[in-house]
């Protein structure tokens, strides 16, 4: 019997510190990230930069151009004559060198009469080859960089919304703490106050009862401030929230296992890429004095005319096919190129080819200029080279921090432990004693009242841990 009352005591006591309608710690804080304006806002911001990351990630697909040319009618000699310039149609290849194709119907023309039609087809293709540098990876780069920019910056601001969470809610606590502490010190002066006066051990005239009465005054002012500050508190937590406090349980223990990483966080990675695209723009940059591109050109075109043209129809009578080959070199101080073209008439049996080659030279008047860029380059990569190393390093020594503050944490609340396990043995000892009669109720009280004020510490204490908790997963991104 005597240990059932105990432990019903110590629900009692315990109970007291939590308001009926609390909410478990994890569940607040999922229903804040769900009604917060800011977080939603951040939702929108990573979505909209993932979805441009993925419009860059797009791979080139073939492409495919028509064009339909232009149809005219002439009224001539008593004929009408229609002609075309036929209709063309481009073929991209999706590949390095940027293979197109192209396919035309050429000009045509037939006449009223149908005395006479006129056809030209032709098909040609073209292709770049480069010799140099030409992995161009700034676009991976940048969607790499952009995509670890959203993301670690959309969580980095989840857990600092968090954290202001935890703050907030430790501030509401302590703030419900420190009233009870003076509330009780209030009603203990009270109380002392009127013994005295019922033991005439002062009187109400005298500067001892001036001095308890002024005590109880500053009592009651500290009273009227904290509850003052009690309104604010739970007005920013509802601002901040997005739904009014109705007290918090269940707070659980942090989890604080954590392992540096030598490679550091995306701050690091971030810094990483950067370095990265500046060595990528000083190669390509490089390439662009060295490189050489080839571009190759050939076509076959036919044009076959039947029946008898009329006078005035701009067209020639013609049946012949044309072949035609070329190449084209291109570098920073020269270019040369080169074609051949021929011509066979199936009417005559006759073949005419022509042969065409020319080129240039410069003696690269930017050379100073360029040299300057070059270095200008140069000197950015080592700039990024220097900023990551002050990033991983960075990161190394806040890692050494956390690691001691960890440390630090599992002290305090290893003590605490012991501390709240000795409250609470002292209030079952005196609940024994007073049931005794050898102890009175007002050391029931204060023993029960310390249990009260350790479970407030301990909030704070495990709050501090999960901000700690955060801090680990914040130098983890």
Known sequence: MHNQRRLAVLCLVLAATVPLTAIPL?????????ESTNMKDLEYSKQKALL?????????????????????ATYNSGNYVFSTSGTNVAFTLPNDGKTTINVS?????????????????????SHTLTYGYTADNQKSLLNRQ??????????????????????????????????????????????????????????????????????????EATLANLQSTRELLLRQFSLLAGFAWEGVEA???????FTSNPMGNSSVLLKSLALDLAKEELALKKAEFTNKSLVLNGGVKTTQTSGI?????????????????????????????????????????????SLSVSGSW???????????????????????????????????????????NIAAWEMTHALHRQSMDYNLALLKQQQTLFEKGLATKADVDDAAFNVEIDAYTLS??????????????????
Not at 26 to 34: E, G, K, S, V, Y
Not at 195 to 205: A, P, V
Not at 318 to 345: C, E
């Open 362 to 404: 410069n003696n690269n008047k930017t050379l100073a200029s360029d040299a300057l860029t070059l270095q200008k380059l140069e000197n950015e990569v080592l700039i990024a080279e220097l900023a990551y190393q002050t990033a991983l390093n960075e990161y190394l020594q806040n890692a050494a921090t956390l690691e001691s």
């Open 52 to 72: 441009t990351v993925g419009l860059n990630q797009v791979e080139d697909e073939l492409g495919i151009a028509v064009g339909s040319g232009e149809v005219t």
């Open 146 to 219: 952009t995509e670890v920019l959203a993301l670690s910056t959309y969580d980095s601001s989840k857990l600092n919304f968090t954290t202001s969470l935890y703050s907030q809610i430790d501030s509401l606590l302590e703030n419900e703490k420190s009233i009870k502490q003076t509330e009780k010190d209030l009603a203990d002066l009270q109380t002392s106050l009127q013994q005295n006066l019922s033991l005439k051990l002062i009187r109400s005239d005298s500067l001892a009862y001036q001095a308890q009465e002024q005590a109880i005054k500053v009592k």
């Open 105 to 125: 119907t050429g000009s045509m023309g037939i006449d009223a009469p149908y005395s006479y039609s006129s056809i030209s087809p032709s098909v040609s293709a």
């Open 460 to 477: 704070s204490i495990l709050l501090d841990g999960l901000k700690l908790e955060n801090q680990i997963r914040a130098l983890q991104i």
């Open 26 to 34: 994890q569940d607040l804080i999922t229903q804040a990230l769900a």
């Open 251 to 257: 707070i659980p223990e942090p989890n604080l296992s």
């Open 309 to 353: 043209v009329p006078a005035g129809a701009g067209l020639e009578r013609t049946n012949s096919m044309s072949v035609q080959a070329s190449a084209a070199i291109d570098a920073k101080q020269f270019s040369l190129s080169g074609g051949v073209n021929g011509t066979y008439n199936f009417d005559t049996g006759s073949f005419s080819p």
